[in-house]
Each structure stands twice: as C-alpha cells, then as structure tokens.
C-alpha cells in the first residue's frame, strides 16, 4: 500500500497571507489526523476528520481549519499567517478503530517571513 | 484534556548498553500508548505499542511496559546500536493523541 503523502513538501509565505496544505490517507483509511511540530511546542494535535466530519480539535485559534473530501483526502487551511506558524505540519491516518495507530506523512515544511 | 510528561529530554548511551525513556500520563480514560520514533528530518514512526489490557510487549530489542495504577509507561531499548539514534516521542490516546515532548537519543559508538 501506498503510505500517507503530503503536498506541498515545503512552502514559504509571508505575514498576513493564507495557505493550504493537503494530506492523502493510506487507501482505505478514512481518519486523517493533523498535528504541529515545532521545536519548542513537540507534537501538538490540530485536527482529526472521519468521514468528512471532524471528529476532535485541539487548542489552536480559528484561523487554523480544515476538511475531508469523500476520497478521505483532507486538506488544512490556515489565514492571517503569523511568524508563529513556522513549523513542520504533519498528517497521519489510522483506519478509524479505537485505537489510535497513526502512521504520518512526510510533513509539510512552512516558513512564514 | 490529557497531559504526557516525558523524561529525560536527552540521553546519551554507549553502545551494547541499554536506554530507558519513561512517560505519565493524566488521564485515566487513555487505552492506547505508542512510541515513535523520529530520525532528523524524517517522519515518526511507530516502532511499538501497548495497549491497556496489557502490562508488558516486547518486539526484538524494544520493549514497553505500562503501569496503569500509577499511569506509566516505559520503553526499554536493549543493545543499543547506532542507528537506535533519534528523537523517541511516546504518547497516550482515548480519543486523540496527546504527544510527550520527546527524547533525543544519542548512541556513543
């Protein structure tokens, strides 16, 4: 099976603009969690979708969004960049049991200027 | 909301020797406990996981260990070699993933 992909692999924007990243699931798998890694913070949970619906948030501000598409694809938006958003923005999908076995993509590396 | 505190954030063995990063956890709802694993640059990876029925698992050289009373978990790498080097995060689930801050292993060749 192909593993979780992510696009674009890096991006530079600057304060004030918006950007979209996408994240394509393991065929099958239909949870898409996103999660912030930076390295102050670690690992810090955004976002779980399960068909289409989103399923748990974490703590960040409502300028970080994102959704499903019926192919269980998902992507996440985030307005009004600020410097703080810097990070490497990671997906993982699981199979949507009870379990949590998450297995990430490469993650996408962003700059904001 | 689940908290994961995770210790020591660095450490350094001689190789052959063994490495132990242990992690609590908040929340008494938590049934799931991976550990990732994640070289410079790469993604993390799932090297093992536990469960909450289970106390013990083991799979090669890895093993991890849960205490639900006292809300623990370990893991336990034995002969250690070079490429064991990386960042190993744990973490605890109910119904999302709440990350430890991580551990930056360093094998001394």
């Known amino acids: 099976k192909a593993g979780v992909t992510q696009t674009p692999r890096y991006l530079i924007k600057t304060r004030g603009q918006q950007v979209t990243l996408s994240c394509s699931p393991i065929s099958g798998h239909r949870s898409v969690s996103w999660y912030q890694q930076t390295p102050g913070q670690g690992l810090q949970f955004l976002f779980e979708?399960?068909?289409?619906?989103?399923?748990n948030k974490g703590n960040f501000p409502g300028r970080f969004s994102g959704r499903q598409f019926s192919n269980s694809r998902s992507e996440m938006n985030v307005s009004t960049l600020e410097l703080g958003d810097s990070a490497l923005y990671l997906c993982?999908?699981?199979?949507?049991?009870?379990?949590?076995?998450?297995?990430f993509g490469p993650g996408t590396r962003l700059t904001v200027l | 909301g689940e908290n994961v505190e995770q210790h020591p954030s660095t450490l350094s063995v001689q190789e052959g020797d063994s490495a132990v990063i242990k992690c609590t956890y908040s929340?008494?709802?938590?049934?799931?406990f991976p550990w990732y694993k994640q070289e410079l640059g790469k993604r993390p990876q799932l090297i093992i996981d536990i469960r909450s029925n289970v106390g013990e698992k083991k799979d090669q050289r890895i093993a991890v260990t849960l205490n639900k009373t006292a809300k623990h978990f370990s893991l336990h790498i034995t002969e250690t070699q070079p490429e064991d080097s990386a960042v190993y995060f744990c973490a605890a689930s109910y119904k999302k993933l709440t990350f430890g801050t991580g551990t930056r292993l360093t094998i001394i060749p």
């Open positions: 993982a999908s699981n199979g949507g049991g009870s379990y949590n076995e998450q297995f």
């Open positions: 929340d008494s709802a938590s049934n799931y």
């Open positions: 979708y399960f068909s289409e619906t989103q399923r």
